[in-house]
């Protein structure tokens, strides 16, 4: 086991350490409802992260992108997210079930500030939702009903401390793994590390919608 100095258990020494004085905003700011401001962040946004949690406790973080826009504010209250064509784990899915709680994080590319939701989320198969979300003539066969139950956004330190938006910035492509790589790392399959990422490069073309 990792020893440390000090391990934080209570909240009493949290705030010794991180006291709320100076930061009056940072707690005001939240809303139980989606305000002019989210729906237009919400309507400039390509790429969301969503949050759900098992009932073992275990936390799932799975991406979502389609083009701006495609998570619909139903109403103040209500968000929806199509589901597309996955690896059919269904993760966040399966958790849902178990626990209804969700967290999404919203993204805009070139955009320092986030906007963070949590509420319950449902799933469901409604023929008017996949209409309405369909891309290419391709419907998605569920989507998510979020009853928003909290709403606010995140400053930008986290991105410029990143320097995520500053292609200058950015690592070499071929100096991170691939999912092929970590393919044939983790899955006693026969295949060669070029037939995996082929297999992959083909279900991207054939199944992205």
């Known amino acids: 086991m990792l020893h440390v100095d000090e391990e934080i258990t209570d909240i009493t020494r949290l705030r010794d350490l991180l006291p709320t004085e100076g930061f009056t905003n940072t707690f005001l700011k939240v809303t139980d409802r989606l305000n002019p401001v989210a729906r237009q962040f919400i309507d400039a946004a390509p790429f969301i992260i969503i949050a759900t949690k098992s009932k073992t406790g275990l936390i799932d973080v799975s991406p979502k992108g389609d083009p701006a826009g495609f998570v619909e504010v139903y109403d103040d209250k209500t968000l929806i997210i199509p589901d597309r064509l996955g690896n059919h784990r269904v993760d966040g899915f399966q958790n849902i079930l178990e626990d209804p709680n969700i967290a999404i994080l919203f993204i805009v590319p070139g955009h320092g500030d986030t906007l963070r939701v949590a509420g319950k989320a449902r799933i469901v198969k409604d023929r008017q939702i996949s209409k309405r979300h369909a891309i290419n003539g391709r419907e998605p066969l569920l989507a998510l009903v979020v009853e928003v139950e909290e709403a606010f956004m995140h400053c930008s330190k986290s991105m410029i401390r990143a320097r995520l938006w500053h292609p200058d910035h ?27 990422d082929e297999d992959h490069t083909n279900d991207e073309k054939q199944r992205l919608y």
């Not at 071929?174 to 399959?189: C, G, M, Q, S």
């Open 170 to 196: 950015w690592p070499a492509r071929k100096t991170a793994p691939t999912l092929a790589e970590w393919v044939i790392e983790t899955v006693d399959r026969r295949q060669t590390l070029a037939e995996v």
